[in-house]
């Protein structure tokens, strides 16, 4: 018999349409259970540490140690609304732990646990139209980048009429196949900013008019735009306030030019911008919470210590140092 899946959550008007400065697990507390349509994210999952000028000024160094890949995992997989869709693009390094760290979650359950646990469906693929530098001494040029794709329990069909390929490219009128370039380091001021065609491509498939897509690691917001543009409402996360200023600023151009041409004003609301409370010690943290969020941080800690519990084996071997998490 197929479980019946837990009834959606309806998430406050104050919390759509906002940009959450901070460290996402603070947001993620925010978000009831089965409450988002699309989680739709971009980690910081290599050292982006670089001295390439952005305007004049460096590209910020962002500290691979706020990663908590289990936590994010287990955290999209609680917010996300049955059947629903999560993307999270990764490389070929960081790929086997997170496609791990989503098997996982499916290994040895029941069917009626599985159906609230997200199951891996795919890899998708941008082939950059030109190569990046990464390792130069006799080695392949790195031209491409991957994505996730995976589903909460039994999948909700793709909305993107025919089956799109795994490879993202456009096809002209005479047939010739063209692929997606770079975001220039210079365009939102953020070294990894992703194709605003690619996000749209990704959210038109996975969520219709007024649905909410989430991304925790927001950097430059080019997913709140792409949700703009497809008629989606958002949630974003980013620890840096500088991009959450000029991503703040850029989401703002957007609505004006989208209510100028039309699209509903509803959608629309916004963009809100919230800074979240630093995380305190445990005890402090607690205090500040309400009632609701109070229990939700108990049911974390508390399914935390059973997973730990549960699984006690220590991290694959394969992971790289910087995946390892806390
Ligand atoms: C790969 S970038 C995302 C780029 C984004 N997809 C875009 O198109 O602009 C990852 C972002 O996650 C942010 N980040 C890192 N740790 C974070 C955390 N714990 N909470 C929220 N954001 C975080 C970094 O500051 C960085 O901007």
Redesign the pocket.
Known sequence: MTPTPPPPAELSAERLNTVYQ????D?FALLPDNSVDLVL?????KD?QSNRPVAHEKV?A??MA???LEGFIHESERVLKPGSHFYC?CDHLSFPAIFEAIQARTRNVSARQAATRLKYKNCLIWVKNNHGSGDLAGNYAPQHELVIYASKGRTRPLLSGRRPSNVFFERDDQGRISFYSK?SNYR?Q?????PLAI?ERMIEASAKHGEIVL?????????AEAAMRRGCRYIM????AD?CRR?VERLEQVRDELLAEGYRPEVLDGPRYHVLQAAPPPQERHHSLNAQERRRLEEARAAKASRASDNPEPAPTFLPDFLKGE
């Open positions: 901070g460290d996402c697990r947001l994210t971009d980690p910081p999952y982006y910020t962002i500290s706020t990663f908590d693009w975001v939102f953020h070294g990894t900013s992703k996000l991304d925790p690691y927001g950097g430059s917001l080019s997913t996360g980013e620890l840096d991009h991503g």
